[in-house]
Structures are given as structure tokens and as C-alpha cells.
């Protein structure tokens, strides 16, 4: 019988285990076998709290998307300017934060983009974070712009910062956030000046 609190304590450690595998050796070569060697730990034990590794891989992207969401969120909760620039900057630093532009965290939303072609589970959270990468960037520019325009801005933003990110993912080196950053943000500002 496992010990009390040890649920939470042994998903985050099979989940930090699954980003190293697939940083290591990628989605197809991270068996369960490795990933519970990686988090020293027994097949079993991953069987046991994610029921495969689909399911073990789902609860990794939900990670990344947690971490990608509270980045966001706590950018724009500690904005003292209320203006939709501000908040898609803001919107635009938690895409770039270093817990999404990681070795580790970029080889593991290629896979799952990937995988996410042929899993509908995965598919559905793929769309779940296109949407709501969409539906933050057009309420901030619905605020300055016409609703049409406020649409066509918050696609050309949300495919703009998808490109900079896959562009940099498969560059083989270190990503440039503040070339990423500011490519994104001279776009915003483009976009804004149509107000």
C-alpha cells in the first residue's frame, strides 16, 4: 500500500522523469521501462498512477501547459499598465518562458504536436491550448481594434509566436528569446498602430 502524499510526490518525479527521457532519447525510445529507470522506480509505478504512457504523456503536457498558463497569468497579474499592448507583451513572455523554451520542454510539445496527429486524447489538448492562445490574444486586441481586425491579428500573433518557437526548437542551438521577443512584439505593435 503506497504511503500517504506520495501520489503528487511520485507524478511530479515520473513526469520530470518523462521530459528527461524524451530530452535524452526522444518520444518513440522513452519506453516505460527507461522512464521508470530515469525516476528509479518500477514499471509498475508508472502502470500504477498514469495507466500507460499515453497516459503518462498526457499528464506531462498538462504539466507544460500549467506552467505555460501560470506563466502567463502571473505576468499579466503584476501589470501595473492596463493598456492591450501590456497584456499581449505579457501574453507573449509566458509563451517565451524559460519553462516552455527548455531542451527538454521543446523536444517534448515536438512529440507531442506529433503524436497529437494520431491520439484524440492528445489532439483534444492540442486544441484546448490553440484556443486559448487565441481567445487571450483576440480579447486583448478586440480592446483596440475592430472585431474583424482584432480576429486576423490574434491568428497572424498566435501562428507568429508558434513559428518563432518551432523555428527555434529545430535550430539545434540555444533558443533567443529576446530575438523572439522583440520579432513579436514589433508585430503587436504593427497591428495596434491599426486603431
Given at each position: 500500500?503506497?504511503?500517504?502524499?506520495?501520489?503528487?510526490?511520485?507524478?511530479?518525479?515520473?513526469?520530470e522523469a518523462t521530459l528527461k527521457a524524451v530530452d535524452e532519447v526522444g518520444l518513440g525510445d522513452a519506453s516505460i521501462a527507461y522512464i521508470?529507470?530515469?525516476?528509479?522506480?518500477?514499471?509498475?509505478?508508472i502502470s500504477h498512477y498514469f495507466r500507460d504512457k499515453n497516459g503518462l504523456i498526457?499528464?506531462?503536457m498538462r504539466h507544460l501547459m500549467q506552467a505555460l498558463g501560470e506563466g502567463v497569468r502571473t505576468r499579466r497579474a503584476a501589470l501595473s499598465d492596463s493598456h492591450p499592448r501590456a497584456?499581449?507583451?505579457?501574453?507573449?513572455e509566458g509563451n517565451f518562458d524559460t519553462s516552455q523554451v527548455s531542451g527538454a520542454a521543446m523536444k517534448t510539445w515536438l512529440a507531442f504536436w506529433a503524436?497529437?496527429?494520431?491520439?484524440?486524447?492528445l489532439q483534444r489538448l492540442q486544441r484546448i491550448n490553440d484556443r486559448r492562445l487565441y481567445s487571450n490574444l483576440c480579447g486583448e486586441f478586440r480592446r483596440a481594434l475592430p472585431p474583424e481586425l482584432a480576429r486576423s491579428a490574434a491568428r497572424g500573433?498566435?501562428?507568429?509566436?508558434?513559428g518563432l518557437w518551432l523555428r527555434g526548437a529545430?535550430?539545434?542551438?540555444?533558443?533567443?528569446?529576446?530575438?523572439?521577443l522583440q520579432i513579436a512584439y514589433e508585430y503587436v505593435d504593427l497591428q495596434l498602430a491599426k486603431a
Open positions: 500500500m503506497p504511503k500517504v502524499g506520495m501520489q503528487p510526490i511520485r507524478r511530479s518525479q515520473l513526469i521508470a529507470r530515469l525516476a528509479g522506480v518500477s514499471n509498475g509505478i498526457e499528464a506531462t497584456h499581449l507583451r505579457a501574453i507573449i503524436s497529437s496527429m494520431h491520439h484524440p486524447l500573433l498566435a501562428a507568429l509566436i508558434d529545430l535550430s539545434g542551438k540555444a533558443f533567443d528569446t529576446e530575438q523572439a
